[in-house]
């Protein structure tokens, strides 16, 4: 017997995600043919402020030299983002919890 499906959280595979997106948004010329290079990726943002410091944010985008994605930390300084460093992760999942729901998984 199947158990009810929890939707109170989701969690998605960015690769999955990028995938899909990416496939969705492929351009066809006037004669019908696939222009990849017109295609838009994405990159997945999160910004936030730490108390009692400044603002940052986190950009994930695919590597285009090697599987795994890129995380990029930027620093706001009032007037443009400027970058503290990057590292390269393996895996990367977002995943969105509703209110009240169990966050321990």
């Known amino acids: 017997m ?6 109170s959280t989701l969690i998605v595979d960015l690769e999955a ?12 010329d006037t004669h019908g ?6 295609a838009q990726p994405f990159s997945l943002e999160l910004r936030f ?8 944010r986190y950009r994930f985008e695919p590597r285009h030299t ?6 990029f930390e930027d620093e706001w300084t009032g007037c443009q ?3 503290v460093g990057r590292e390269v ?10 209110q009240g729901a169990n966050h321990n998984e």
């Open 49 to 56: 402020t730490v108390q009692r410091e400044s603002r940052r």
């Open 66 to 71: 090697g599987p795994g994605w890129w995380r």
């Open 81 to 83: 983002w400027r970058p």
């Open 89 to 98: 992760l393996a895996e990367v999942e977002l995943q969105i919890t509703a």
């Open 17 to 28: 995600l990028y995938r899909l997106l990416t496939h969705q948004d492929r351009h066809c």
């Open 33 to 38: 043919h696939e222009n990849p290079a017109a």
């Open 2 to 7: 199947n158990s009810p499906r929890d939707t």
